[in-house]
């Protein structure tokens, strides 16, 4: 095996192991045992990745291209670039921690259960690795089937409904990008992403960013989130809205700007409003939030929308920015989730008119959602700054008032975070809370307090993704020029 | 005296045997006692479609050049033999199935099921007006037949008399057709039509729209698909799932062969005439659909609405086009086959017509067939879990590569309105409870080679996704065959 089937490897062991899941037989505990093995296997093979990576080369790594469909000239084509690599790192990573909260918890038909999450993990590994624009839409709706079966089946009890909106939202935006791919794969003759020419048409590059900006969310297409971050399982929603929203950000980075860099340029300024409304109405929301899952849900919306200014400001500082906050707010996202199904499993409900009180006698619950909200709301030294940091300096180069605008969300993220921690852990105790609710098991704390020290690492050293994400540390020459 | 012609008995070997299996089958009703009479004609008719299905690849193999035979009846070419290879192995398919569905009259049926696919397989292969009309009529006189089987169940008579009549008019209309560019040119063989038209013939258009319609017809494409609900509905189900996958199959090769053979001169003409057949079939299988419970019905409807997806690439009129037709018939059969088979095992298990509400939590008792229904559901959506993905890729590009963005931007909206009663379907047999289900009683039938029919349509629609290329080069062989 060589190095570069690596990547190939990410992609098809977690498809296999669901794949053998299904067939055999297994136990619970053997398919549990099963899927965390794959998952950590993941973790390894992405950390083998890393250590070979060449950061200070440019061009794609670890790629495999085979021919898929000949005579359209559509191939399998798969590959790295140092941002994708922190994407790829970020899926595995999270994706360990959720299978492993659903094995702790102890899922209803593991079989059926952790073979759909490991599909899940091969779906988003591939979108962050394809570079064939076909290939990239078969990952990115191939994600969308195991998450309608997970959150249809072993979501809360509006989830009928949720998994509908949920696919209908996404589906219109990318079967409109379908049409997108076709057009723009027929025109110049490849669906390369690598090869392909940059496009100078308007009407393509909205298709795309339809499809990204109701993926990331952006206002105004969030018309899906509350409902399916309410009703999914915790540690899906944790993929969610930790790695899957990623995807849409990830687009507008590899292709809405690098594809069609005119375009874009044309309509930064509308991106960028709806960025800045996104930031700035999710944070509204998250504020007015009665539960603890809506909190963190919208609280993904504004940093979807901050990440949309990093991208769009078009500048270096705002590029970086981009790559490490997707990154640390993966990670902060998965560990709030990943607490807010611990508090659940307590109380029963996330309302915060029934919750609170909870840090007295659960000194590790109280730390860890101390930690991660602290870093959530960008204190300075923590990951979440950096990210934000970097994204408002890019910002301010190209306009000062998208940095107002940028630093008035983070403002508004520390209300509602501390909102969100004094309502869950001090206050009186709420009648949800039973006095002999646990403090976090130690099976949870494996589970996320590896993330939290991820995030620490991030914090004391985010130069590791911001300045290891681009070629020769160029991310706006890496961008324009395509990423060759 | 009339010369008889030299006859190539290779060139409809596939039709011989299958007509041979057919003949045997029949005596079975006579000859063989009633214990051993399903067994023997179930044995005989799948050794027969087996036997179809390697004289069709050799076939294939053998008729790189393709040229017509018995007196320029009959087409030994590569588009027969691969239309003919699918045929067959839908009808051994039909027969596994068949062999545990049908309680009565088996001998017959395996015998008429065996005539109208050897009437299938010649009806690909035809060359003129008098074999086409000859062979519809072989096909379809069986297929009424088998539709009315089970004349003391509910609906079966009277779906065989729906389908007689309104089939007759189809029928009738292809033959008025027929006269009518027999009239206009003197002639009956395709190849010949198209030398001595003029252009601009009135008689030859009108003779050319009843073609159109008689076509249509068959193939259950709006507004020619009052019958398909229905017919659907009351057939036997394994009757259903011939019908659904190898007619489509049969209908569309020829109509391609017999529109760009015969009337390349009109191609503006047809082309904008199947355009709008196929969005009035995709708008009205879609909407349809939405609001059936039946899942039989559904499924018809279904069926219209893929014959539009089908339409488009027809109606492109395009080398690329003729592919995708051929691409796309592949998955779609299989799925097509393998989802009214599942119905067909529900049905049986619960002596009831099968609804959505009846298929409550149908996945989790059928693990093997829910898995199945799944993939046919989200392959039929296009959602990349299947080679229906690659298929609608396929027919929007000959779309767009004929210039006729507008109809991807159709097709693709289409395909989003469709999400919604597919994902119904899965909904239905995952995520509702299945409590308030009543059972026939007793556990359910094992169906063993049902489950092999199945697997079998599951492998090639999953396998269709990986291995394009091989089989686009088989179609683009076989497409060479026709003049584009």
């Known amino acids: 095996m060589t190095a570069s089937s690596l990547t190939s490897v990410l992609i098809w062991l977690p498809v296999a192991a669901a794949i053998a899941i299904w067939i055999l037989p297994l136990s619970r505990y053997a398919t549990g045992s099963l899927a965390v093995l794959v998952s950590l296997a993941e973790v390894g093979i992405w950390i083998e990745q890393a250590a070979r990576f060449d950061f200070g080369g440019s061009g794609l790594q670890f790629s495999e291209k085979v021919p898929w469909i000949k005579d359209l000239h559509v191939s399998y084509h798969v590959g790295e670039y140092a941002f994708s690599l922190w994407l790829v790192g970020l899926t595995v990573v999270a994706m360990a921690a959720c299978v492993g909260y659903g094995f702790w918890v102890g899922r209803d038909r593991p079989r059926a259960y952790f073979g759909l999450m490991l599909m899940l993990t091969g779906a988003t590994v591939g979108v962050f690795v394809a570079q064939d624009l076909l290939l990239f839409y078969a990952f990115f709706e191939a994600m969308l089937i195991p998450l309608y079966v997970l959150i249809g089946v072993w979501g809360g009890a509006a989830r009928l409904g949720a998994t509908i909106k949920l696919l209908i939202y996404t589906m219109a935006g990318s079967l409109i990008m379908l049409a997108a791919i076709v057009v723009y794969g027929l025109k110049v003759g490849t669906f390369d992403l690598v090869t392909g020419p940059v496009s100078t048409s308007r009407w393509l590059f909205l298709a795309f960013m339809l499809a990204f900006a109701i993926k990331a969310p952006l206002f105004p297409f969030h018309g899906w989130l509350p409902d399916a971050y309410r009703e999914a399982p915790p540690e899906v929603t944790a993929v969610l809205s930790g790695v899957i929203a990623k995807a849409g950000t990830y687009g507008m980075l590899r292709i809405a700007l690098s594809t069609f860099p005119d375009p874009a340029s044309y309509y930064r300024t509308v991106v960028l409003a709806l960025g800045a409304a996104a930031l700035v109405y999710g944070s509204l929301l998250a504020f007015r939030a009665p539960d603890f899952r809506g909190v963190v849900a919208y609280s993904s919306m504004a940093q979807s929308g901050l990440i949309t200014i990093g991208l769009f400001s078009g500048t270096d500082l705002g590029f970086d920015g981009a790559v490490l906050q997707m990154v640390a707010h993966g990670l902060v996202s998965v560990s709030l989730f990943l607490v807010a199904g611990a508090v659940e499993r307590r109380t029963t409900t996330g309302e915060f008119a029934r919750l609170g009180g909870m840090a007295k006698g659960r000194p590790a619950l109280a730390t860890l959602l101390v930690t991660i909200g602290v870093i959530s709301l960008a204190v300075p030294g923590s990951a979440s700054f950096a990210g934000e940091f970097l994204i408002l300096a890019g910002a301010y180069q190209r306009a000062w008032w998208w940095a107002a605008i940028g630093a008035s969300g983070i403002v508004l993220a520390a209300m509602y975070m501390l909102r ?23 099976g949870e704390l494996a589970l996320v307090v590896p993330l939290v020290a991820a995030l620490l690492v991030l914090s004391v050293w985010p130069a590791g993704i911001s300045h290891h994400s681009f070629a020769g540390d160029e991310p706006s020459t890496a961008v324009v020029e395509h990423f060759r | 005296m009339i010369a008889t012609p030299h006859v190539d008995w290779f060139s409809i070997s596939t039709v011989l045997v299958l007509l041979g299996a057919c003949g045997i089958a029949l005596l079975s009703a006579v000859l063989v006692p009633q214990p051993w009479r399903r067994p023997f004609a179930a044995t005989v008719a799948g050794l027969g479609s087996l036997g179809g299905l390697i004289t069709s690849v050799w076939l294939y193999v053998d008729s790189a050049s393709g040229h017509r035979v018995i007196g320029d009846a009959f087409y030994r070419d590569r588009w027969t033999a691969l239309a003919q290879a699918i045929l067959c192995a839908t009808t051994l398919a039909t027969v596994l199935v068949g062999a545990e569905q049908i309680r009565e009259h088996e001998a017959e049926f395996f015998a008429l099921l065996l005539a109208s696919a050897a009437g299938m397989t010649f009806f690909v292969g035809a060359a003129n007006l ?355």
């Open chain 1, 420 to 442: 969100l921690i004094s309502a869950v852990l001090h206050e009186a105790r709420g009648p949800a809370v039973q006095e002999e609710a646990l403090d976090l098991r130690p």
């Open chain 2, 130 to 484: 008098m074999t086409m009309f000859l062979s519809l009529e072989w096909f379809s006189i069986a297929l009424y037949i088998l539709c009315a089987i089970e004349y003391n169940q509910e609906g079966s008579l009277e779906a065989g008399l729906k389908y007689l009549v309104v089939g007759s008019f189809g029928s009738a209309a292809l033959l008025f057709g027929s006269a009518l560019v027999y009239g206009a040119t003197n002639r009956i063989g395709f190849a010949e039509i198209a030398s001595a038209a003029h252009p601009h013939d009135l008689l030859l258009v009108l003779g050319l729209a009843m073609i159109v319609a008689g076509l249509a017809f068959k193939s259950s494409a709006a507004p020619f698909h009052m019958w398909t609900p229905d017919v659907y509905e009351g057939a036997p189900t394994t009757v259903t799932a011939f019908m659904s996958s190898a007619t489509k199959v049969a209908a569309f090769a020829l109509m391609v062969r017999v529109l760009r053979t015969a009337f390349p001169q009109e191609t503006h003409l047809w082309s904008w005439a199947f355009a709008g057949i196929a969005v009035a079939s995709l708008v009205i299988g879609n909407f349809a659909a939405l609001v059936q419970r039946d899942v039989k019905r559904l499924l018809a409807y279904s069926s219209i609405s893929h014959a539009g997806f089908i339409l488009i690439g027809v109606a492109s009129g395009t080398a690329l086009g003729g592919r995708a037709v051929l691409f796309y018939l592949v998955p779609y059969s299989a799925m097509a086959f393998g989802s009214f088979a599942i119905v067909a095992a529900r049905e049986r298990e619960l002596g009831t017509a099968v609804t959505l509400d009846n298929l409550a939590g149908f996945g989790w008792e059928r693990p093997f067939l829910g898995v199945a229904l799944w993939f046919f559901m989200f392959g039929f959506a296009g959602l990349p879990l299947g080679g229906g993905f690659v298929g609608k890729f396929y027919v929007f590009a000959a779309a767009y590569d004929h210039g006729w963005t507008w109809l991807v931007i159709v097709g693709v909206l289409a395909t989003l309105v469709s999400l919604y009663y597919y994902l119904g379907v899965v909904r239905a047999i995952y995520m509702r409870p299945s409590a308030e289900l009543a059972v026939a009683g007793g556990s359910p039938p094992r169906d063993a080679l049902l489950h092999v029919a199945v697997g079998a349509a599951l492998v090639v629609s999953v396998g269709s996704l990986f291995a394009v290329s091989p089989l686009i080069t088989l179609a683009k062989h076989a497409a060479s065959a026709i003049p584009f």
